[in-house]
């Protein structure tokens, strides 16, 4: 199964902070995990810089103006929220992660690959319209889903969210547009607070809550009751939103996921892409807190991706 995996060194650049979750160190992990031999047939590329009719597609003008003009010296940050930090190189660090997601996108439509993973830092699904939040600048999912429908046609996408917070942003960002589905399993109650199963946008919003110390059992099962929802939505392309803060070793939240329990949901994504829109699949980093954990299951996730 040939894969893409696309990164970038300048987003090791984006460096919030001292002691900040979302470090640096989390993408060195990550690509380091992904140079073992069993990764080497994996397609390497860096990502390009998405474009700013890319990012207006999902974020007002002004938005995207204010956020790329942030440009703090070196050694120097500035905090949009008390979680949101930019410094020197996190505008570039941004505009690769929504450019990966993007270009990742067009691999996948015009069929040089089936698959792509993105690699790449700061994550986006905590990102609303016009509102930086939750270590997050631009919604990285929806970007790609605004550029699939806008430059290959797709007349559905389905993003769907296995991070253990619930992607506010990306929820924010298609609740009115019944051209996108979000579905979505969370801890609850957890930051960011949204997410309550009786959002259901259009009826393209499926959210299913999990309660803290839910172990992969319960995960399982509560994807069992959304993937009905993803396979009757018929998408022509999956965009999966992957977080491994689920993880138990995750310092961030308190359930009991294990690297099966990732590897078992890509799994299932992967075999309803096959089924309904020619195996296509963009996976994008979002979250994992825990380095060691979050290296070992993004390797889950990306051997399942290569293996499904």
């Not at 660090?93 to 792509?116: F, I, K, N, S």
Request: hydrophobic share 45%.
């Amino acid at each position: 199964m040939s894969v893409l995996l696309l990164s970038h060194r300048a987003c090791l650049r984006h460096e919030p902070g001292e002691y900040h979750p979302e470090c640096p160190d989390r993408l060195r992990a990550v690509l380091a995990a992904l140079e073992a031999e069993e990764f080497s047939h994996l397609i390497r590329a860096e990502a390009p810089e998405a474009t700013v009719e890319q990012l207006e597609r999902v974020h007002p003008p002004h938005y995207v103006k204010a956020i790329l003009g942030i440009r703090p010296a070196p050694g120097e940050c500035v905090a949009l929220d008390a979680d949101t930090v930019m410094s020197a190189g996190s505008a570039e660090a941004a505009l690769r992660a929504a450019g990966a997601a993007t270009a990742a996108v067009d691999a996948v439509m015009r069929g040089e690959v089936r698959r792509a993973f993105c690699a790449t830092r700061p994550p986006g699904h905590h990102a609303e319209p016009a509102r930086p939040m939750g270590f997050c600048f631009f919604a990285n999912a929806v970007v790609a889903a605004r550029h699939a429908q806008a430059a290959h046609g797709a007349g559905r996408v389905a993003i769907i969210d296995f991070d253990v917070h619930h992607g506010n942003g990306s929820q924010a960002c298609v609740e009115t547009d019944g051209t996108i589905l979000y579905a979505s399993s969370h801890q609850w109650p957890l930051y960011p607070g949204t997410g309550d199963r009786r959002e259901r946008g259009m009826g393209n919003i499926f959210n299913a809550t999990l309660r803290p110390g839910a172990d992969g059992a319960a995960f399982r099962e509560a994807w069992e009751g959304l993937l009905p929802a993803i396979e009757g939505f018929d998408p022509d392309l999956l965009v999966i939103s992957a977080g491994f803060d689920a993880h138990a070793r995750d310092p961030l939240a308190q359930l009991r996921l294990r690297e099966a329990d990732f590897a078992w949901v890509t799994e299932a994504l992967c075999a309803i892409a096959e089924r309904r829109c020619g195996g296509r699949v963009v996976s994008l980093l979002e979250g994992g807190y825990d380095i060691d954990a979050l290296a070992s299951s993004t390797a889950a996730h990306v051997r399942a991706l290569m293996q499904a």
